[in-house]
């Protein structure tokens, strides 16, 4: 079983930045990806961007404009996601979630388990 903690969220003005951290531990990942999703009050979970942890690729909602930034450091099994120009829309908690199987990718929450219990940021205009 893998266990994931999110951190980093806070309350920031709107054109500020943050960096997020999911640290896992438990039992190895293998091929497993790693995303990033945000629920606001009232939504549902909602993709922000994902990385493969073989050959780290990653994956974007919205790869055109991107103030989202998904990275993350094998040696300390710890996966981030630096925000920059916040938005009061971004206001959400921020989960981590590792992808079901050992390869690929996917954009839907119901492919991830093992969510950690979230992170809220909130964005002030």
């Known amino acids: 079983q893998v266990q994931l903690v999110e951190s980093g969220g806070g309350l920031v003005q709107a054109g500020g930045s943050l960096s997020l951290s999911c640290a896992a531990s438990?039992?190895?990942?293998?091929?497993?990806?790693m995303a990033w999703f945000r629920q606001a009050p009232g939504k549902e979970r909602e993709f922000v961007a994902a990385?493969?942890?073989?050959?780290?690729?990653?994956y974007y909602a919205d790869p055109v404009n991107r103030r989202f930034t998904i990275s993350r450091d094998n040696a300390k099994n710890t996966v981030y996601l630096q925000i920059n120009s916040l938005k009061p829309e971004d206001t959400a908690v921020y989960y981590c979630?590792?992808?079901?199987?050992?390869?690929?990718?996917?954009?839907?929450?119901?492919?991830?388990?093992?969510w950690g219990q979230g992170t809220q940021v909130t964005v002030s205009s």
């Open positions: 979630g590792l992808f079901k199987y050992n390869s690929g990718y996917s954009s839907v929450a119901d492919d991830y388990d093992s």
């Open positions: 990385i493969s942890w073989l050959d780290r690729m990653t």
């Open positions: 438990g039992r190895t990942f293998g091929r497993n990806a």
